[in-house]
T-cell receptor, first 115, second 113 residues
Framework: SAVISQKPSRDICQRGTSLTIQCQVDSQVTMMFWYRQQPGQSLTLIATANQGSEATYESGFVIDKFPISRPNLTFSTLTVSNMSPEDSSIYLC????????????FGEGSRLTVL | KQEVTQIPAALSVPEGENLVLNCSFTDSAIYNLQWFRQDPGKGLTSLLLIQSSQREQTSGRLNASLDKSSGRSTLYIAASQPGDSATYLCAVNSGGGADGLTFGKGTHLIIQP
C-alpha cells in the first residue's frame, strides 16, 4: 500500500489566519481526496484533488475556503482559509492507488485547533 | 443518497472475547465496502476491503462479511486483545471506484485487560 505523509501533524492557529496542509505519497496514485473529521464525528469528503486542474468540491465546501492544489501525481495541498473555531478538525488526505480495487488509503491526519 | 449506520456506537468487552461489529447501508448498489481502524487523534488504517461480488474477506483474527441484498456488513474480531481498542469505521463506495466513500460514525471499541 502507498505510504502517505501529511504535514503538519497538528497545529494551533489563530482566528482569521490560513494554514496549508501538505500530503506526499511515495508512489504515483490515481486519485487523491481530502476529508474533514470534526470532533466526535465521522469523516466528510471535502473534495477530490485533480492533477493539473481545479479540484471537485462536495456540497457545502467551496474553493475560496478550501483551495486545493495537485501539481503532480504524488503531492497535494489543502489550505484552510480565514479560519474560525468551527474549522477545528482533523483533516485527512486519502489516495486511491488502484482504480481496479477501489481501495482507499489514508494519511495520519492533520489536527487543527483554531483559537 | 447513501447512508451508513454502525451499531453499536460503543462497546466494552473483556479480553479474549469474540465480538461482532455491525454496519448497514441504505443503497445496495455499491462498488465495495471497507473497514477501517482509527486510533485516537490518528488517521485511518485499512483493515479489509470487500468487493461487491464477494461475500467475505479475512485477515488474521478479522473477518468481514457482506450481504449486499440486505444492505449489511459485519466485522468479526476473534480472541480480542487490548491492542484492538480503537474506533472501527465502515465505509461504502457507491461509485465506480474513483468516488469518495460514505462513512458510518464508527464503533468505539474498548477491550478490557
Amino acid at each position: 500500500s502507498a505510504v502517505i505523509s501529511q504535514k503538519p501533524s497538528r497545529d494551533i492557529c489563530q482566528r482569521g489566519t490560513s494554514l496549508t496542509i501538505q500530503c506526499q505519497v511515495d508512489s504515483q496514485v490515481t486519485m487523491m481526496f481530502w476529508y474533514r473529521q470534526q470532533p466526535g464525528q465521522s469523516l466528510t469528503l471535502i473534495a477530490t484533488a485533480n492533477q493539473g486542474s481545479e479540484a471537485t468540491y462536495e456540497s457545502g465546501f467551496v474553493i475560496d475556503k478550501f483551495p486545493i492544489s495537485r501539481p503532480n501525481l504524488t503531492f497535494s495541498t489543502l489550505t484552510v482559509s480565514n479560519m474560525s473555531p468551527e474549522d477545528s478538525s482533523i483533516y485527512l488526505c486519502s489516495v486511491l492507488q488502484d482504480a481496479n480495487t477501489g481501495e482507499l488509503f489514508f494519511g495520519e491526519g492533520s489536527r487543527l485547533t483554531v483559537l | 443518497k447513501q447512508e451508513v449506520t454502525q451499531i453499536p456506537a460503543a462497546l466494552s468487552v473483556p479480553e479474549g472475547e469474540n465480538l461482532v461489529l455491525n454496519c448497514s447501508f441504505t443503497d445496495s448498489a455499491i462498488y465495495n465496502l471497507q473497514w477501517f481502524r482509527q486510533d485516537p487523534g490518528k488517521g485511518l488504517t485499512s483493515l479489509l476491503l470487500i468487493q461487491s461480488s464477494q461475500r467475505e474477506q479475512t485477515s488474521g483474527r478479522l473477518n468481514a462479511s457482506l450481504d449486499k441484498s440486505s444492505g449489511r456488513s459485519t466485522l468479526y474480531i476473534a480472541a480480542s486483545q487490548p491492542g484492538d481498542s480503537a474506533t472501527y469505521l465502515c465505509a461504502v463506495n457507491s461509485g465506480g471506484g474513483a468516488d469518495g466513500l460514505t462513512f458510518g460514525k464508527g464503533t468505539h471499541l474498548i477491550i478490557q485487560p
